[in-house]
């Protein structure tokens, strides 16, 4: 069981705008803006997409935000594309013996 | 730009010790944080641990009995070793480069499957 709750599919249509949503506890997502994701297509490697919450590396396109509210951090994706499709893990920096915890994935589907 | 490549054997029999090396290139590695992560086949990324430039480790508690990380400045590596291994360790392992208190891991390897059987 991961300690970050991820809903485990999405969808969206081209051109629409889609939301994943992290849910984590007072010692993790809702004590650090310490929050990134990450973009895994099928057999490769995970891509930073955002970090610090709200931060996009250089060449993620700023179709690609963050946010935070509470213990609850979100990936807003909009104007989908087909290159999209991909599974998206949320992490977050923790206070406890951990250091990092990992959500669980979302599948994203584009129609 | 920095480059990490994951090496080690393929396959590991029960209770034997797994060892993973990355090597970096293109960069210094005296000031981050080198990890590993796995990722059992169809499932989520796991957190193993992860070691400073200067030496110091932090581990997964769940698993920190059985692990040992290093890194050699003057080859520009870092390794895992994870010991009495289980069908429970297979896993694609990731090696990426991370940072003090935050989840960033910004270069990752392209990751390494084993199996232990």
């Known amino acids: 069981q991961s300690a970050l709750t991820q809903p485990p599919s999405v969808s969206g249509s081209p051109g629409q705008s889609v939301t994943i949503s992290c849910t984590g506890t007072?010692?993790?997502?809702?004590?650090?803006?310490?929050v990134s994701w990450y973009q895994q297509p099928p057999g490769t490697a995970p891509r930073l997409m955002i970090y610090?919450?709200?931060n996009r590396p250089s060449g993620v396109p700023d179709r690609f935000s963050g946010s935070k509210s509470g213990n609850t951090a979100s990936l807003t994706i909009s104007g989908l594309q087909a290159e999209d499709e991909a599974d998206y893990y949320c992490?977050?920096?923790?206070?406890?013996?951990?250091?990092?915890?990992f959500g669980g994935g979302t599948k994203l589907t584009v129609l | 730009q920095m480059q990490l490549r994951e090496s080690g054997p393929g396959l590991v029999k029960p209770s034997e010790t797994l060892s993973l090396i990355c090597s970096v290139s293109?960069?210094?590695?005296?000031?981050?944080?080198w990890t590993w992560i796995r990722q059992p086949a169809g499932g989520g990324l796991e957190w193993i641990g992860r070691v400073f430039g200067r030496g110091s480790t932090n581990y997964n508690p769940s698993l920190m009995s059985r692990l040992t990380m290093s890194l050699d400045t003057s080859t520009n590596q870092f390794s895992l070793k994870v010991a009495s291994v289980t069908a429970a360790d297979t896993a694609v392992y990731y090696c990426?480069?991370?940072?003090?208190?935050?989840?960033?891991?910004?270069?990752w390897g392209q990751g390494i499957p084993v199996t232990v059987s």
């Open positions: 293109g960069g210094s590695m005296t000031t981050d944080y």
């Open positions: 610090e919450v709200i």
């Open positions: 992490t977050s920096y923790t206070s406890s013996s951990t250091y990092v915890v």
């Open positions: 990426a480069r991370g940072y003090y208190d935050t989840s960033r891991l910004d270069v």
């Open positions: 007072s010692i993790d997502v809702g004590f650090y803006d310490r």
